[in-house]
């Protein structure tokens, strides 16, 4: 079983930069990842992270934002900087049950944070 919580969202102006934490809970060597999602649209796939520390970003991120992961303290990072209005969204910290294949199905990520919300204004 894994318990996560975000926290780090806030408003900021376009070209700002954020950090988003996410505490996790109970075993944590698994594929984890980071998604966002607007009202009425589908989650996407921000990065994940391996268990072996592997990192694959989205396309429309690649370049600004940075995941790192605190393994003593049990915690995932996102550094996103260089922030577009476009990346306006909850921010949702997600983990996939061991051993499984580290992608970006979202169908497949069995624990999730409550999520928390970025505004980039322009």
């Known amino acids: 079983q894994v318990q996560l919580m975000e926290s780090g969202g806030g408003s900021v102006q376009a070209g700002g930069s954020l950090r988003l934490s996410c505490a996790a809970s109970g075993y944590t060597r698994v594929c984890m990842a980071w998604f966002r999602q607007l009202p009425g649209k589908e989650r996407e796939g921000v990065v994940i992270?391996?268990?072996?520390?592997?990192?694959t970003y989205a396309d429309s991120v690649r370049g600004r934002f940075t995941i790192s992961q605190d393994n003593a303290r049990n915690t995932l990072y996102l550094e996103m900087n260089s922030l577009k209005p476009e990346d306006s969204a909850t921010y949702y910290c997600?983990?996939?049950?061991?051993?499984?294949?580290?992608?970006?199905?979202?169908?497949?990520?069995?624990?999730w944070g409550p999520g928390t919300q970025v505004t980039v204004s322009s």
């Open positions: 992270i391996g268990r072996k520390g592997r990192k």
């Open positions: 997600a983990a996939k049950p061991p051993l499984s294949y580290c992608n970006f199905d979202v169908s497949e990520f069995l624990y």
